[in-house]
Nanobody
Framework: QVQLVESGGGLVKSGGSLRLSCVAS????????MGWYRQAPGMQRELVAT???????DYAASAAGRFIISRDDSKNTLYLQMNSLKPEDTAVYYC???????????WGKGTLVTVSS
């Protein structure tokens, strides 16, 4: 079992920055891919960024060039540095983990990011 707890959300003005964190705890011996999804009001959940256990990163087009995903396995923590935030980045951000190598099997409960214009 893996528990994921996000933090770092909040209210920020357009153009500002936030850093999200996701702390993983539990008994999984290896966490393969981790990443962030987000869900805006009335919208489907969408992938933001992913990072593999060997450091490969991928970004949605909306996040590329503004967001940076990273992980510190010594601290069991996933990060998302979000810069140049826009009102359309407003959403609940969820972290996830893949502990089997076959797909997402754990989710956090989310942290709300609100970007004002």
């Amino acid at each position: 079992q893996v528990q994921l707890v996000e933090s770092g959300g909040g209210l920020v003005k357009s153009g500002g920055s936030l850093r999200l964190s996701c702390v993983a705890s539990g008994t999984a011996s290896t966490i393969y891919e981790m990443g962030w999804y987000r869900q805006a009001p009335g919208m489907q959940r969408e992938l933001v960024a992913t990072v593999s256990n060997y450091g490969r990163t991928d970004y949605a087009a909306s996040a590329a060039g503004r967001f940076i995903i990273s992980r510190d396995d010594s601290k069991n923590t996933l990060y998302l540095q979000m810069n140049s935030l826009k009102p359309e980045d407003t959403a609940v951000y969820y972290c996830y983990a893949d502990s089997t190598g076959y797909g997402i099997d754990y989710w956090g409960k989310g942290t709300l990011v609100t970007v004002s214009s």
